[in-house]
């Protein structure tokens, strides 16, 4: 049976249908490749045919402006100024000799200077810019631009250079910034692309090493467009670099640079400290240098000069460099006795010059002796025989629990340079270090600062901070980051009886004002500002026998290096405590004469808070305060002067 033929108008109905399904499908396809081509052809064409050249976009960082140092005032100690230079980026300049020859031809560029570029080139990556010269004048920026269609790979820009409006007053504790080093990379464990930039600058010393991170800031990026030759066409896109922080520093700029000029001429430093926060008002350490010509390139001879003097201007003396206390450890042995209820202050001892110990003589200072000694009059007159006595009884581990208790052979948590520990010697130390047993004659000589005992000035600056208030205050060097102010703690109370710290503050008061104190002709007549305070003596050399037998050598008849270190602490005003200070000067001879004097001319300033009145003084003094005075404005007026014409040029 035949079957039914189909009707032709069902297969038209369906051939419409699939045609309809199908040109649907490929117009979709159609438009999503349209849409797609029409992306890539137009929207992104710039950036595909800069791709398509091959090396046509370069991705090259911004360095961040490095953050700013204030003083406690505001006053700018670090700043940042403009500085014109020229780079090379080695992927782009294709002949590098060539393009070297052709830049030498239009600015001052040495052979040396050419061949410590293309060393510096094969060193770095191909696209990171080598810088070739900076601090160029802005005619040598122009004639450069201007010729930049031959020289490619060529930039001039602008950029920044850190700089020391007060040059060598902050040396010691800002320190400075240099380019980055092969050393400085092996150093520092930091993978900042910004320290790979050839002649970034980061801290070397000082708060620029210590806040580094917080100075650096974060980089930014650009992507520019180059030509053949490596010429900018235009800048594509920036994302900006992050400003490092601004740090404002306890230290007062103006006491600062007086404190410095009153130490020229000595090895010398001097700390100022705030009794009740710990503020670090004034750090001095002389000589000093600038540190203006680190960041700018020193030249060998200024290095040299700087390395080989006796004086050391290198070193921060005030926090680096630590010496035998002296006398003014004393007050740390008394306290060690007295808290251990092993002596009361009524109790006296006979001094006749010496003390026998285990067969060993141990002298006083005063060669006749002082005579029946108390408490008061052994700090009153520094009778070095009281403290021997205290020390048989009290032993060292107890002297040495009592100096740390006061911030003596503690390491201060400060942003400065190799802050050193000091040294509180105890038993257990020496078993350690030196694999001996300590000795009787160790604790006597450690009772009055000598032996093993080191402090820097920092520490007796912290000591006696502690002995005014009571307190365990802490120093403080950072005031505040970004604005934002850091913790200030006054310290929590010793726990030291307070009679025994009275007996000790009286004592320490007749020693700046009554007439057998040692310090009495560094006294102050203003009845406001009373110190009270405390000299000391640290030997350089021992003292032999015979020597003893014909006279001991006076110190002024000694070579300079062989002399004693002078020594001075003291706070102020004796009855409302404001500040501490300390004093010490290399080989000065006796601390009475050669650091007392520096110690009360620095807290007169700090508590007037300009160049103390004559009427400070008493009158025996004052031609000798005036004279000191004239000499010191006429170095701080030169100082001034260099510091005008250094920011001129």
Same mark, same amino acid.
């Given at each position: 049976?035949?079957?039914?033929?189909?009707?032709?108008s069902?297969?038209?109905?369906?051939?419409?249908?699939?045609?309809?399904?199908?040109?649907?499908?490929?117009?979709?396809?159609?438009?999503?490749?349209?849409?797609?081509?029409?992306?890539?052809?137009?929207?992104?064409?710039?950036?595909?045919?800069?791709?398509?050249?091959?090396?046509?976009?370069?991705?090259?960082?911004?360095?961040?402006?490095?953050?700013?140092?204030?003083?406690?005032?505001?006053?700018?100690?670090?700043?940042?100024?403009?500085?014109?230079r020229?780079?090379?980026?080695r992927?782009?300049?294709?002949?590098?000799?060539?393009?070297?020859?052709?830049?030498?031809?239009?600015?001052?560029?040495?052979?040396?200077?050419?061949?410590?570029?293309?060393?510096?080139?094969k060193?770095?990556?191909?696209?990171?810019?080598?810088?070739?010269?900076?601090?160029?004048?802005?005619?040598?920026?122009?004639?450069?631009?201007?010729?930049?269609?031959?020289?490619?790979?060529?930039?001039?820009?602008?950029?920044?250079?850190?700089?020391? *409006?007060?040059?060598?007053?902050?040396?010691?504790?800002?320190?400075?910034?240099?380019?980055?080093?092969?050393?400085?990379?092996?150093?520092?464990?930091?993978?900042?692309?910004?320290? +790979?930039?050839?002649?970034? +600058?980061?801290?070397?010393?000082?708060?620029?090493?210590?806040?580094?991170?917080?100075?650096?800031?974060?980089?930014?990026?650009?992507?520019?467009?180059?030509?053949?030759?490596?010429?900018?066409?235009?800048?594509?896109?920036?994302?900006e670099?992050?400003?490092?922080?601004?740090?404002?520093?306890?230290?007062?700029?103006?006491?600062?640079n007086?404190?410095?000029?009153?130490?020229?001429?000595?090895?010398?430093?001097?700390?100022?400290?705030?009794? +009740?926060?710990?503020?670090?008002?004034?750090?001095?350490?002389a000589?000093?240098?600038?540190?203006?010509?680190?960041?700018?390139?020193?030249?060998?001879?200024?290095?040299?000069?700087?390395?080989?003097?006796?004086?050391?201007?290198?070193?921060?003396?005030?926090?680096?460099?630590?010496?035998?206390?002296?006398?003014?450890?004393?007050?740390?042995?008394?306290?060690?006795?007295?808290?251990?209820?092993?002596?009361?202050?009524?109790?006296?001892?006979?001094?006749?010059?010496?003390?026998?110990?285990?067969?060993?003589?141990?002298?006083?200072?005063?060669?006749?002796?002082? &005579?029946?000694?108390?408490?008061?009059?052994?700090?009153?007159?520094?009778?070095d025989?009281?403290?021997?006595?205290?020390?048989?009884?009290? &032993?060292?581990?107890?002297?040495?629990?009592?100096?740390?208790?006061?911030?003596?052979g503690?390491?201060?948590d400060? *942003?400065?340079?190799?802050?050193?520990?000091?040294?509180?010697?105890?038993?257990?130390?020496?078993?350690?270090?030196?694999?001996?047993?300590?000795?009787?004659?160790?604790?006597?000589?450690?009772?009055?600062?000598?032996?093993?005992?080191?402090?820097?000035?920092l520490?007796l600056?912290?000591?006696?901070?502690?002995?005014?208030?009571?307190?365990?205050?802490?120093?403080?060097?950072?005031?505040?980051?970004?604005?934002?102010?850091?913790?200030?703690?006054?310290?929590?109370?010793?726990?030291?009886? &307070?009679?025994?710290?009275?007996?000790?503050?009286?004592?320490?008061?007749?020693?700046?004002?009554?007439?057998?104190?040692?310090?009495?002709?560094?006294?102050?007549?203003?009845?406001?500002?009373?110190?009270?305070?405390?000299?000391?003596?640290?030997?350089?050399?021992?003292?032999?026998?015979?020597?003893?037998?014909?006279?001991?050598?006076r110190?002024?008849?000694?070579?300079?290096?062989?002399?004693?270190?002078?020594?001075w602490?003291?706070?102020?005003?004796f009855?409302?405590?404001?500040?501490?200070?300390?004093?010490?000067?290399e080989?000065?001879?006796?601390?009475?004469?050669?650091?007392?004097?520096?110690?009360?001319?620095?807290?007169?300033?700090?508590?007037?808070?300009?160049?103390?009145?004559?009427?400070?003084?008493?009158?025996?003094?004052?031609?000798?305060?005036?004279?000191?005075?004239?000499?010191?404005?006429?170095?701080?007026?030169?100082?001034?002067?260099?510091r005008?014409?250094?920011?001129?040029?």
């Amino acid at each position: 049976m035949k079957k039914p033929r189909k009707d032709p108008s069902e297969n038209t109905g369906l051939t419409t249908r699939r045609a309809v399904i199908m040109g649907g499908a490929q117009l979709a396809v159609m438009g999503v490749l349209g849409l797609r081509m029409r992306e890539l052809q137009v929207k992104q064409a710039d950036q595909y045919r800069l791709l398509a050249e091959e090396n046509r976009i370069n991705i090259r960082l911004l360095p961040p402006a490095r953050g700013q140092i204030f003083d406690r005032t505001g006053f700018p100690i670090a700043v940042n100024e403009p500085n014109y230079r020229i780079t090379i980026v080695r992927e782009d300049a294709g002949d590098i000799d060539e393009v070297l020859y052709r830049l030498s031809r239009i600015v001052s560029l040495s052979p040396e200077k050419i061949d410590e570029t293309k060393a510096e080139l094969k060193r770095r990556s191909p696209f990171v810019p080598v810088t070739i010269l900076d601090r160029l004048s802005w005619d040598d920026v122009a004639e450069v631009s201007a010729n930049a269609p031959a020289l490619p790979g060529v930039t001039a820009d602008l950029g920044l250079s850190r700089a020391y *409006p007060m040059g060598a007053d902050f040396a010691h504790v800002i320190g400075y910034v240099g380019p980055v080093s092969d050393f400085d990379l092996n150093r520092i464990e930091d993978p900042d692309p910004l320290l +790979q930039i050839p002649r970034f +600058q980061i801290g070397k010393t000082g708060v620029e090493l210590k806040e580094e991170r917080e100075l650096r800031g974060k980089a930014g990026t650009k992507r520019i467009e180059v030509n053949a030759v490596g010429r900018v066409i235009r800048e594509l896109d920036r994302e900006e670099a992050l400003a490092g922080q601004d740090i404002q520093l306890t230290i007062d700029t103006e006491l600062q640079n007086w404190v410095q000029a009153r130490l020229a001429g000595e090895a010398a430093s001097a700390v100022i400290m705030d009794v +009740q926060t710990g503020d670090l008002l004034a750090i001095g350490s002389a000589p000093t240098f600038d540190p203006n010509l680190f960041v700018r390139g020193i030249s060998t001879t200024d290095y040299n000069a700087l390395l080989n003097d006796p004086y050391r201007p290198f070193r921060s003396k005030a926090v680096q460099d630590i010496y035998p206390p002296g006398s003014t450890f004393k007050m740390i042995t008394a306290l060690a006795a007295f808290e251990a209820g092993l002596v009361d202050a009524n109790e006296t001892v006979r001094c006749v010059g010496h003390k026998e110990v285990a067969d060993t003589r141990f002298h006083c200072w005063k060669r006749a002796g002082h &005579g029946n000694v108390d408490l008061f009059k052994s700090i009153t007159e520094s009778c070095d025989v009281y403290y021997y006595d205290l020390a048989l009884r009290v &032993g060292i581990d107890n002297i040495a629990e009592m100096a740390r208790k006061l911030g003596v052979g503690v390491r201060h948590d400060i *942003p400065m340079s190799a802050v050193a520990s000091g040294l509180a010697p105890d038993k257990a130390w020496k078993r350690e270090v030196r694999d001996q047993d300590w000795r009787i004659g160790d604790t006597v000589n450690a009772s009055i600062g000598q032996g093993y005992v080191l402090s820097s000035p920092l520490q007796l600056a912290v000591m006696t901070a502690r002995l005014a208030t009571g307190k365990s205050v802490e120093p403080r060097l950072i005031k505040s980051r970004d604005g934002v102010e850091t913790d200030i703690s006054g310290g929590q109370d010793l726990g030291i009886t &307070g009679s025994t710290l009275d007996t000790i503050r009286r004592s320490m008061y007749a020693v700046s004002n009554e007439r057998r104190g040692t310090g009495y002709r560094s006294r102050t007549v203003n009845a406001a500002f009373k110190m009270a305070g405390k000299t000391g003596t640290s030997q350089v050399r021992r003292i032999t026998a015979a020597e003893r037998a014909r006279g001991v050598t006076r110190n002024q008849d000694l070579p300079w290096e062989r002399r004693d270190h002078a020594l001075w602490v003291n706070y102020a005003p004796f009855d409302n405590p404001r500040i501490a200070v300390s004093v010490i000067v290399e080989h000065g001879g006796g601390g009475s004469t050669a650091a007392a004097p520096i110690g009360r001319d620095i807290t007169l300033r700090a508590l007037y808070g300009d160049t103390p009145p004559l009427s400070a003084y008493p009158n025996a003094a004052r031609a000798d305060v005036r004279n000191t005075f004239r000499q010191m404005e006429a170095l701080l007026r030169s100082l001034d002067s260099d510091r005008n014409q250094g920011t001129k040029a």
